[in-house]
């Protein structure tokens, strides 16, 4: 393919994602569900198609994909939910790929267990992009939120680390259980470490980060350098770039200035627009590529195989979940929690805590349905399906290779499109939204205690500083300002009688006149750039300056 044929297929690709963004605005469809279609659509036309080349997609795509997630992710949020999140991302990913590779083995003429097993690690990861894109316009609950966050952050390196274990056996004509779990084991432990040590490399990059290009420009770079380091140390790559977000992600507000983490959000937000856009146009472009080799098979030997693999797919994942749900009572001491028995020597304060905070950590059954319906698959799965290799080591085909592609598109597009487009009618049906009030009541209250700390520290200042009481006293006047502005949110939040957001008419049109008043003088500057008294350059730090001003103006009064 030409430069020229690249470049018009790139802005192509641009443009179709730009139009399906706004039409997925507009009529509160999924964009990741109405992209592959798109794509399917291109893919049955004449023409020339984009083929998926699995290296660059696991070289170049995952790692930014995966760290700007972890970037955005809580990392004590997932703290507080490790029972659940490894579950998902690494016991389910487990059981997935060794369920598929038994029913391929059982059921599919000539299958062998590897290659069973090699589908199943290529099906089981969850790609969260669309759950989450869905789950945040419907106002997901913040704790499914991070739950789904933290199972596509950690089950990748789960089910690549098993896929190159079964590609293994699979070429070489053997598979060891034990030695599966030894390498899935070196491979985690050794991602985790490489992760921790390039997030940590980070952090002595600090000095540079206080420029907003130089930060950007370590950002970009951190997920290649933990993916890279990871993979040629044999290790999960996968895992060292997640690991690295997460601890990057966790100590970024010591770590940069206020002006690199906004230019620094930016890019990332159009990173993974861009990307995650052309990763769902490349899923359905690959239908041509997935259907030539199918013609060897007969059709019950497919219709077999792609039962198996839907079939595991959506049926396990709701099962586990209740399984998960039913256990930890009686295996809570087990899994490193208090037992009863530990309980009752505890004070009765305490021991009501702990039974608090561990029923919160439990999933209602509302939440089973939502997490059981979010397991949206992706472009991961096709990338790591495309990447088995041609012949194994004695010459011979690899087993089933061509029905092994077929299948993973299958079930890639049962789940993204099916899942995609019912996800957030099932949210609403089963009435689960996030506590808008209480999250604006929290978010208040630390703003008045971050206001309450700054008067303290003004206090300080005024004591060792006498020669500045003026300024110490504006400076004063303006938090006591803002400290009654969100006192006053806070008792209307409290006051509230039902889980709707209350309006404050005051406050409302405090927020109209504020931004009127910018836009005042955005029309003054642009007047004055027009008549040649002010330089360009001018203009722009100056709109530098209400840009910043507008963004602190809360979209809304429940902020």
Known sequence: MS???????????VAVIVVVRWVATRTGLPAAALLPLVGIAYALLPGPNVSLDPGIVLTVVLPPLLYSAALDSSLLGIRRNLRIVVSLSVVLVLLTAVLVGLGFHLFVAGATL???????????????????????????????????QGEGLLNDATALTILKVAVAAAVGGGFSYASAAGQFGLAAVGGVAVGAVVAWGVRLARPLTVDPLLSNAISLATPFVAYLLGEELHVSGVLAVVIAGLIVGHHTPRLASGASRLQTSAVWRLVDFLLEGFVFLLIGQQLPTVVRGLHQYDTSTVVAAVAVSVGVVLLLRPAWLVLTQVLPRSLHTR??????????DEPSSTREARRAERNARRLARREVVALSWSGTRGVISLAAIFTLPLTTDSGAPFPDRNLLLFCTFVVV?????????????LVRALGLRADENDQARVRNEARSAAVEAALARLDEVAADEPENAVAVNTTRAQLLARLARYRGRLDLLESAESAEMPTSPPYEAALRIRRAAIDAQREELLRWRDAGRLPDAGLRILERELDHEELLLPKRSSS
């Open 114 to 148: 590897a290659a069973g097993i090699a589908i199943g690690a290529a099906v089981a990861p969850p790609d969260p992009v669309a759950a989450l894109a869905i789950g945040r316009r419907v106002n997901l609950p913040p704790k499914l939120v991070t739950i789904i």
């Open 413 to 425: 597009l049962v789940t993204l499109v099916g899942q995609g487009l019912t996800f957030a009618p």
């Open 335 to 344: 899994l490193g929690g208090t037992s009863d028995e530990d309980e009752d």
């Open 3 to 13: 430069p020229q044929t690249t470049s018009l297929f790139v802005l192509a690709a």
